[in-house]
């Protein structure tokens, strides 16, 4: 009977064993050996861990923002200085009106998604100083875009005639000619200057008043300057227009009208968004 008892447990012991299920390679539970983090079965994290997206190259980051901003700066200043010195008689200030914001408001759309289109160092600052653009390519982006400036006039010298280069002094700007002009010549650099970053701005970089049609309502704004201030200060707003032409045609009379309107004007777009027009991401008080 002891004999006939033991050998009864080893043979249910048996069938227990054989009943107990095995993983095969098919079977889709799995034992224990997958242990779990959370929801996520080792297997899964390291498989997780395997696809992450890639990270842009360093040249994506750096370079290649600088790159577009000096190309598009030197077209754009290029297009800007032969229209100024290619100026047919009787168009007035039509002509550089409508070929300026044109020719900006398409680098933009070109060029936009690299660098985000500034081609202005006035641009630039501002941009900074909401969030829209890292500290680390400040100064890069000015040099690029002063670059560009000097490319941009060059161009136009090369292309245009002598004559019309020297009566047109290279497209430099010269409309203010003594020291009283230089208030109203200020003041409107910095009041054109305002509207040409906010467009900015608010239709590139603020996500609430974001819109697609940012780069022609840029390219608007600058006619609509042009227009309305050609004839009090030249309707500059951009230090990288000014440099170009100034170094090329070796012009300065009264150029550092050209840079301080612009900054200020940037410092006070930049004060105004952080303050009191920005989104919750830009806003600094009133969250």
Known sequence: MVQCDHCSLRSCWRQEVSAAPRRTEHSETPLMSDLEFGRM???????????KPPQPHWYELYAQPCVAELLGSALF????????????????????????GLALGLIIAILGNISG??????????????????????????????????IGAGLAKV?????RYINATGAAFTSITDDGQIPSALVGEIVMTMFLVLAVCMGAINE??????????????????????????GACMNPARAFGPALVANYWDYH????????????????L???????????????
């Open 41 to 51: 079965s080792v297997k899964e994290v390291e498989m997780e861990g395997k696809y």
């Open 77 to 100: 200043i290029f297009i800007g200085c032969a229209s100024v010195i290619e100026n047919v008689d009787g168009t007035g200030r039509l002509q550089p009106a409508l070929a300026h």
């Open 117 to 150: 289109g500034h081609f202005n160092p006035a641009v630039s600052l501002a941009s900074w100083l909401i969030g829209g653009l890292n500290i680390v390519l400040l100064i890069p982006y000015w040099i690029s875009q002063l670059c560009g400036g000097l």
């Open 159 to 163: 292309m245009t005639a002598n004559d």
């Open 208 to 233: 609430k008043t974001s819109s697609p049609l940012a780069p022609f309502c840029v390219g608007f704004v600058v006619i609509a300057d042009i227009l309305a201030g050609g004839a009090i200060s």
């Open 256 to 271: 550092w009208v050209y840079w301080v309107g612009p900054m200020v004007a940037s410092l006070l777009v930049g004060a």
């Open 273 to 287: 968004v952080r303050l009191l027009l920005g989104d919750r991401k830009i806003r600094l008080l009133l969250k």
